[in-house]
């Protein structure tokens, strides 16, 4: 084994989870029988959560005649899938940002982009009607995560890695060729570390190339099209820094979809991911 890779696999035993309220709020929304009041026990278990929450429902994405002032009014007015997804990307963020990174812009970015590739995967399950709309959300959210590990432990390759993209070199291919593993592995590794659903796990690990994915292939197809879809409208990219993305041609049949349906939702997604970066705070 490389000692790149040792290192890596190292770093990925050590760093911080994602907030403990994160993990069981995925746990909790996946059971059949879960009532908002399950999920706002664990929710304002973490007060800076609990405020979070109230903010998003409160903002103008909602667009309520009245304030919600308590999590309790925020469960039955939005129902268990949304309030979970608000938890999620509330414990995301904060972890994302605020995690210490050596380039707070690189960080910023991946924020910006986890948030694109989760309204982008909501917006393309919708038309699919092969995957849950707020699962697709959450893959969205996290499927990039392994990206924290190589932000915030191994950043010295990021030149190397950007030298052998701009030769032509697949972008995962050269992070393999650098770390002994692409991001999505390191994530997928992240995942299982965190007590993701499995499912997830798998979806994370295989975003890039749903065909090697040995779950369910419509939930991996919806995190790869995400993606496809933040990287054909520059979502996150800084100069010089734009990455080629190979789109799979299978996603589309997985997900009954015509195949121009990235063209399709331009509008949309570019719509709906203005309001994500007003709603979420990016500049």
């Avoid at 029988?33 to 994405?61: E, M």
């Avoid at 309790?72 to 309030?83: D, F, M, P, S």
């Avoid at 650098?178 to 590794?189: D, F, I, T």
Wanted: glycine share 6%; charged share 25%; aromatic share 6%.
């Amino acid at each position: 084994m490389s000692t790149a890779l040792t290192e890596l696999l190292e770093d990925i035993k050590s760093i911080e989870p994602l907030p403990q309220v994160a993990t069981r709020v995925m746990q909790l929304a996946a059971q059949p029988d879960v009532v908002p009041s399950d999920l706002i026990a664990v929710i304002q278990s973490d007060p800076g959560t609990t405020a979070k929450v109230l903010k998003l429902c409160n903002s103008s994405l909602y667009g309520f005649q009245r304030e919600i002032s308590s999590l309790e009014e925020a469960g039955n007015r939005l129902g268990v899938q949304t309030l979970s997804s608000l938890a999620l990307t509330s414990c995301a963020g904060r972890y994302l940002r605020d995690y210490g990174y050596a380039d707070p812009e690189a960080a910023l970015a991946l924020w910006e982009r986890s948030i694109a590739t989760a309204v982008a995967a909501a917006t393309i399950a919708e038309r699919s009607a092969r995957v849950e709309r707020h699962r697709a959300y959450t893959l969205g959210l996290l499927e990039n995560i392994g990206q924290i590990v190589l932000l915030r432990f191994v950043p010295e390759h990021r030149e190397q890695i950007a030298a052998a993209i701009f030769s032509g070199v697949d972008p995962v291919d050269a992070e393999r060729a650098a770390y002994g593993l692409s991001h999505a592995e390191v994530g997928a590794r992240l995942a299982r570390k965190w007590s993701f659903p499995e499912e997830l796990v798998e979806a994370i690990r295989t975003h890039h190339d749903p065909r090697r994915s040995h779950g369910d292939l419509a939930f991996a197809s919806v995190g790869h099209l995400a993606e496809a879809a933040t990287h054909r409208f520059h979502v996150g990219d800084r100069p010089g820094e734009t990455v080629p993305y190979d789109v799979q041609e299978s996603a589309f049949t997985w997900l009954e979809l015509p195949h121009d349906s990235l063209d399709t939702l331009a509008h949309l997604l570019r719509v709906e991911i203005a309001k994500a970066r007003a709603i979420f705070e990016i500049a």
